[in-house]
């Protein structure tokens, strides 16, 4: 071959392989990132979805199965990544399991366990003994919370432990009667759990605990035992963790752990489990178990922040944290029904006559709501303050489904009590509120 021959070839390759890493290029910039699940009730920690449109039914191809891996008992809502999802199990009843699984396939990329089991009283057996905290993910560690009042950071990449904390040994406190629930919130550098009877603040790269605050010190039945999850919101210009405990909602200033705000919310036992939820840019929503549905409003005066009752309603939630869709709330009731309150008034939109599961887990896609009853079945639904807008429903899983649902993007992960199921659901047509095809 001459050198001219040999020279133009050359050119040629060189050329392909410029516009080969051109076009990948532009194909990396112009591809968005996959959509995560990366806490307790999603991105936004408030049951909001954004991305794909969803589709207008559940049956049929609608809603497809790609893969179902079977596991431990387990009440952990399922955290996605980008390539993988972290599970949570309870073995034998006296270890407790946590598993990175492929995104794509479900194949196991690793797995860590420790002793960890709670005897619960029998009031509340029926519901089980196995973990129930949902993890956190900050794209490099995953924080779980483990039944015997413990936190533990793991390397997400390969499960290798970076600490650890046992809050009944660092501060005498007993172990929660129901064992830990409360799901634990990632903010900048720190973690902010509901343990050891009290807010807690750790240092997420070390473990240091920080500060405790909102101590509840009633140490009658089921002590230590607060259920709900933190939050972090900005209130009156204020940022802070709204936490809500078995007898109080307090907003707690992030850095210090001053208490800036705090009010009663009256409940049967103590069992405040609802996640509380932020309206707007002064207002807080929360219901309790035997209480009643609050609004309370936060204002500054002064040095110092204000908190009012806006309004109160009979209404009771029980263990399904509620969805702020536009000025009304969507809530899944004690008594099993579903209802639809104005949240400026507080005055009752309409009820359901029918009753459903014990349980919703619930998030929202602009008007759509999606909501996993415990007995398997999935409900589409519009938010309509008008009245129930049920669109579909369909039965899932004929095991029980306690766990949060996750959804990221065409992805829908249903937590079985002995498995996760991943389906993958048709888009729809394009939608005049998109103006494009999602």
């Known amino acids: 071959m001459s050198s001219n021959v040999r020279s133009r070839r050359q050119r040629v390759i060189a050329c392909c392989w410029v516009v080969a890493t051109l076009l990948v290029a532009a194909g990396a910039e112009s591809a968005e990132p996959r959509s995560i699940w990366p806490q307790w009730r999603g991105p936004?920690?408030?049951?909001n979805v954004e991305g794909l449109a969803w589709p207008e039914r559940l049956q049929g191809k609608a809603i497809q199965l790609l893969w179902r891996v079977e596991l431990g008992p387990s009440y952990s809502g399922p955290i996605v990544a980008p390539d993988r999802v972290f599970v949570t199990e309870t073995q034998e009843?006296?270890?407790?399991?946590?598993?990175?699984?492929?995104?794509g396939t479900g194949k196991q990329l690793w797995q860590v366990r420790w002793k960890g089991a709670v005897t619960v009283p029998a009031y509340a057996r029926s519901n089980g003994e196995w973990i129930r905290?949902?993890?956190?993910?900050?794209?490099?560690?995953?924080?779980?919370?483990?039944?015997?009042?413990?936190l533990v950071c793991l390397e997400a990449k390969d499960g290798h432990e970076r600490w650890r904390v046992d809050f009944p040994a660092q501060f005498r406190t007993p172990v929660p009667t129901l064992g830990l629930v409360s799901s634990p919130?990632?903010?900048?550098?720190?973690?902010?759990?509901?343990?050891?009877?009290?807010?807690?603040?750790?240092?997420?790269?070390?473990?240091?605990?920080?500060?405790?605050?909102?101590?509840?010190?009633?140490?009658?039945?089921?002590?230590?035992?607060a259920v709900s999850s933190p939050l972090m919101a900005t209130l009156a210009g204020k940022r802070q963790v709204l936490v809500q405990n078995r007898k109080i909602l307090a907003g707690v200033d992030p850095d210090t752990g001053e208490v800036f705000w705090q009010r009663e919310v009256p409940s049967y036992r103590g069992t405040n489990i609802i996640t509380p939820t932020r309206y707007g840019d002064h207002s807080i929503v929360t219901s309790a178990f035997g209480g009643r549905t609050f609004r309370f409003d936060v204002t500054a005066k002064e040095r110092s922040l204000q908190v009012r009752t806006a309004w109160d309603n009979p209404a009771q939630g029980y263990m399904s944290s509620p969805l702020v869709i536009g000025d009304y709330l969507y809530m899944h009731l004690r008594n099993q029904r579903f209802t639809c309150l104005d949240l400026r008034s507080g005055k009752e939109r309409w009820i359901t006559s029918g009753t459903f599961g014990k349980y919703w887990s619930m998030a929202s896609r602009k008007d759509r709501i999606l909501a996993l009853d415990q007995r398997g079945k999935l409900y589409l639904i519009r938010a309509n303050p008008?009245?129930?807008?049920?669109?579909?429903?369909?039965?899932l899983s004929d095991e029980e489904t306690w766990a949060h649902l996750a959804i990221c993007g065409d992805e829908l992960y249903i937590r079985e009590l002995n498995a996760l199921a991943v389906?993958?659901?048709?888009?729809?047509?394009?939608?005049?509120?998109?103006?494009?095809?999602?």
């Open 44 to 47: 936004s920690r408030d049951g």
């Open 93 to 103: 009843k006296t270890e407790e399991v946590v598993r990175a699984l492929d995104r």
């Open 133 to 150: 905290s949902t993890p956190a993910y900050d794209g490099e560690a995953v924080y779980v919370g483990g039944m015997r009042d413990v």
């Open 185 to 225: 919130l990632v903010d900048g550098d720190a973690v902010y759990i509901v343990a050891s009877a009290a807010l807690v603040k750790l240092d997420k790269r070390s473990g240091k605990v920080l500060w405790r605050s909102v101590v509840d010190k009633d140490k009658g039945e089921a002590y230590a035992s």
């Open 386 to 395: 008008e009245k129930f807008d049920l669109l579909d429903q369909r039965q």
């Open 423 to 438: 389906y993958r659901w048709s888009s729809p047509s394009p939608r005049k509120e998109d103006g494009r095809r999602p």
